[in-house]
Nanobody, 122 residues
């Protein structure tokens, strides 16, 4: 099993930046595709970014492309989400998740963190 803990959320003004971190504990972190998701009140959860086991393949939602950067450090069992040029529409609870599927584009994630709140003010 894998346990995931997010950190780095908070309150930031529009145009500002935050870096989210996700620390994984468990077995074989490098065998998991890692994703960042977000969910705003009253809205459906959406994927923000995804990074493959090796870090070679990366996916971004169109809404964050060019502003957010996902990365991972397998030696430290960590995945990051650098968020720049934030706007109020980015306000949500952000969660990291791990997928054991061998398919990079699998929609199934096996483990989830508790989430961290990101609030962007105007």
């Amino acid at each position: 099993q894998v346990q995931l803990v997010e950190s780095g959320g908070g309150l930031v003004q529009a145009g500002g930046s935050l870096r989210l971190s996700c620390t994984a504990s468990g077995r074989d972190f490098s065998s998991y595709t890692m994703g960042w998701f977000r969910q705003a009140p009253g809205k459906e959860r959406e994927i923000v970014a995804r990074i493959s086991r090796s870090g070679v393949s990366i996916f971004y939602a169109d809404s964050v492309k060019g502003r957010f950067t996902i990365s991972r450090d397998n030696a430290k069992n960590m995945v990051y989400l650098q968020m720049n040029s934030l706007n109020p529409e980015d306000t949500a609870v952000y969660s990291c998740a791990a997928s054991a599927s061998p398919r990079f584009y699998s929609l199934s994630y096996d483990y989830w963190g508790q989430g961290t709140q990101v609030t962007v003010s105007s």
